[in-house]
Every structure is written in structure tokens, then in C-alpha cells.
T-cell receptor, first 115, second 109 residues
């Protein structure tokens, strides 16, 4: 099956610093990648949708200047949390969609803790 | 608006059968997914239904009725490792996933 990797799996950073999370589709080309965040015991919240080579589409309430998304190639998308604050601590998950629109594969997630 | 409803929590006994229901209202419809998510992990794909009927895959089966906006996930021969959250998600006309809040399934010995 299709594999999506995320790096790092866990990161702890200080308030005010920036953190970059990478999402890679390892064995397929992902025309679209999605970034989610999930708070404890809550469902997934879509943050943004990114298409290769174009600007990401952000969901309402998500600050695009704070959560920078780059989808430079068909296998890599990055999410940068800028000037992180403790309230940004969350589980961030990416997913990638292949050529058939209904296929969407999840990365293992990144646990971000901002101190 | 778009909405997915599923129960918040269910409890079942090891070895038994449990059915998790999901109703959906979306702008257009291109299929329904079920995902399993263990605590602290990302969701893993269980099933995808786009046509009416029952899809069986081992101990897990998923059913869809498009006319009723209804789906269920059926888990048989429950094992302790099946304790997890089960997420229902519908694919809308823009091929965007609309997520339910998840059903936490607790399996008791």
C-alpha cells in the first residue's frame, strides 16, 4: 500500500521559535496533501490543503502567516509553525492523496510540544 | 451545512459484535470512509464505500445507504486490541473529507 512518512515524530521547542514538519509520500505521487491538527480526545481538524506547485488553501480560522505550508514537489510538503506558542502544542498529521481522488493516506503524525 | 454524526463512546465485550453507526449530510457525496485511530497515533484506513451495500473485510464490515445518508461499521469477534476510536468521514463534492468526531470503543474482557 501507499506509505506516507512524517518527520519528526516528536518535537519539543521553546516558545517563540519555529518548527518545520515534513510530510513525504514514499511510493506514490501526491497531487494534494492535507494538514490536520488534533487535540486530545478530539477529532481531526483540517488546517489546509496544498497542491503541488501552488499556494495552500487554508481553512477558516487558520493563520496562513503562522502555519506556512510549502508543497514543492509531488512527494514532499512541509508545515512550518512560526513563532510557536504553548497553545500550538498539538498532534499534527498530514495525509496525501494519490491519483484516484478517493485515496488518502495518513502519515504517522508529529507530536509538537511548545514550552 | 455539512455534518457527520456518530456516537461518542461505545462499550462491548471481548468476542462479541459491535455496530458503530454514522449519519452524514454533505454537499455532494463521493464515498464514505472508516478509519481506526489508537491513542497517540494517526488514523489508519479501514474501509471505503461509495455504492450501497455491505463490504466485508475479515472481521470488519462496512455498510452504506446513500439514500438514507447512513453507514455503519461492524466489528466481529472483538479483541482487546480493537479498543480505539473509529472515525467516520464522508468525501464531499470537492473530494474533501468531512470528519465525524469519532467513536471511542471500549472493549471489556
Amino acid at each position: 500500500g501507499a506509505v506516507v512518512s512524517q518527520h519528526p515524530s516528536r518535537v519539543i521547542c521553546k516558545s517563540g521559535t519555529s518548527v518545520k514538519i515534513e510530510c513525504r509520500s514514499l511510493d506514490f505521487q501526491a497531487t494534494t496533501m492535507f494538514w490536520y491538527r488534533q487535540f486530545p480526545k478530539k477529532s481531526l481538524m483540517l488546517m489546509a490543503t496544498s497542491n503541488e506547485g501552488s499556494k495552500a488553501t487554508y481553512e477558516q480560522g487558520v493563520e496562513k502567516d503562522k502555519f506556512l505550508i510549502n508543497h514543492a514537489s509531488l512527494t514532499l510538503s512541509t508545515l512550518t509553525v512560526t513563532s510557536a506558542h504553548p497553545e500550538d502544542s498539538s498532534f499534527y498529521i498530514c495525509s496525501a492523496r494519490g491519483m484516484r481522488d478517493h485515496e488518502q493516506y495518513f502519515g504517522p503524525g508529529t507530536r509538537l510540544t511548545v514550552t | 451545512g455539512q455534518n457527520i454524526d456518530q456516537p461518542t463512546e461505545m462499550t462491548a465485550t471481548e468476542g462479541a459484535i459491535v455496530q458503530i453507526n454514522c449519519t452524514y449530510q454533505t454537499s455532494g457525496f463521493n464515498g464514505l470512509f472508516w478509519y481506526q485511530q489508537h491513542a497517540g497515533e494517526a488514523p489508519t484506513f479501514l474501509s471505503y464505500n461509495v455504492l450501497d451495500g455491505l463490504e466485508e473485510k475479515g472481521r470488519f464490515s462496512s455498510f452504506l445507504s446513500r439514500s438514507k445518508g447512513y453507514s455503519y461499521l461492524l466489528l466481529k469477534e472483538l479483541q482487546m486490541k480493537d479498543s480505539a476510536s473509529y472515525l467516520c468521514a464522508a468525501l464531499d463534492s470537492n473530494y474533501q473529507l468531512i470528519w465525524g468526531a469519532g467513536t471511542k470503543l471500549i472493549i471489556k474482557p
